[in-house]
């Protein structure tokens, strides 16, 4: 009864994190976040440039550890949630998504901003992030905001550079 | 050079839906959308209702048509675009996203505003919207606002109900 799929790789993610990759990281002059799409898929990029932003999906091939359902998230001081109320990527499937700004497309190359994944990430998906669809003004920060320490964890969402 | 991964079914959809899915569709007092997680997930939905919308990551089994990679999606009058400017289900990764909203959470099942999907169709992964990382006040249409007819075609992607 239970499912499986099978899902394939349509490109890579290069990035410049190795080892480690940041939670949030920035795009700057010394870092390039590329998405190179198997050339076969080059032509399925028509028109996404008209977007300003994109959903990139990606398969986390480097996650080796036990899915749990209750986790402690980084930062987060050790409160314990359920994972689907994390970002977490140790998941039952090992799939992440970022929504970044798209910078410029050259050929079969999509360059963004700030991607927090290792260099070589397989890509699965690219969708556009379309207004109405996937813009929820009122979009919360749920049991982040509980935290004693919120602003900081915050700071920490939106990759901006701080002290501990 | 080409990889496979291998995703499960961690839980299925509720849904009106058994032949034809409307796109963005409304849920109602007859229209109920119910995601079911197998139980052994069950504690990951812990905290998860602290937030007002919720991605909902699920895998298109129906879609049986060829994947190309330029297409004319329905309602865009003939206009051809590239299928990743698109949210066609027809892609090499049959993957579909929607962000809902989490109306309540009853042991492993997730009450959620409308998904245009199949009853039936199997979830791989339930992620928590967050305000910072995908609210994106400065999203737009892309091509979408370039068609003659755009504001009939915002209407089907707000899925408010009109006469052609």
Known sequence: MKKIFEIKQ????????????????????ENEFVIVLDK?????LQNLKKFEYIYVFYYMHKI?????????PPWAKGKKVGLFSSRSPVRPNPIGISV??????VENK????????????PVIDIKPYIKDLDEKSNADYGWINELDD?????LHLKGIPHTH
């Open 100 to 105: 970044v700004k798209l910078k410029k497309i």
């Open 110 to 121: 999509i360059y963004t901003s700030g991607l927090d994944v290792f260099n070589n990430t």
């Open 150 to 154: 919120n602003e900081h964890f915050s």
């Open 40 to 44: 076969e898929y080059k032509e399925g």
């Open 64 to 72: 080796k550890k036990n899915v749990e359902m209750v986790i402690k």
């Open 10 to 29: 349509i490109g890579v993610i290069k990035s410049p994190y190795e080892d480690i990759a940041p939670y949030q990281p920035v795009a700057s002059d």
